[in-house]
């Protein structure tokens, strides 16, 4: 069924999907904040018990593109879902449906999988991606705001006696 360039990550392809997700940081003006390894990423997808997945795009032997996911869990559905962590191919092979191709092996899981729902998240800047995204049928998701804890805060709270508000 699926798209022949698409397929499941392997060992060989980490040092190229962390030059994706550099990549990638880089064009979403935070690559000072990415610090991915090899080491980092081929443990989280392929030890013992993985937490994350990954699919990539491949154009003459070359991985030119990647998704990089993990399940979650919704309560509502009582099912789990995708997360899609990382969507990103290189520009110079934009528009050759590789980021379609790549969303649809995910959507694949999902139905394969009786997953209730494949999610991820945006930034409001990227006209191109939401475009994109609006054009398969994703819906924003408007009416929620994503918070996160990382650092001094979240070692604050990690580290606070029980009962404390750190």
Request: glycine content about 10%; charged content about 25%; proline content about 5%.
């Amino acid at each position: 069924m699926g798209d022949p360039r698409i397929r499941r990550i392997r060992p060989g392809d980490v040092p190229a999907a962390v030059r994706l997700v550099e990549e990638l940081a880089e064009y979403e003006r935070a690559r000072h904040e990415c610090g991915l390894t090899e080491e980092q990423l081929h443990h989280a997808l392929f030890r013992d018990a993985p937490a994350l997945f990954g699919h990539v795009a491949e154009v003459d032997g070359a991985v030119v593109g990647t998704a990089l996911w993990f399940l979650d869990f919704s309560t509502w559905r009582g099912t789990h879902g995708i997360y899609l962590e990382d969507l990103y191919v290189r520009p110079a092979h934009r528009g050759a449906g590789l980021g379609r191709a790549l969303l649809r092996a995910l959507a694949e899981e999902c139905v394969a999988h009786g997953y209730a729902r494949l999610e991820w998240s945006v930034l409001d800047w990227n006209a191109p991606a939401i475009g994109f995204y609006r054009s398969l049928g994703a819906v924003p998701q408007d009416e929620w705001t994503v918070f996160r804890l990382t650092d001094e805060a979240l070692t604050r709270l990690g580290s606070a006696p029980p009962g404390r508000d750190g």
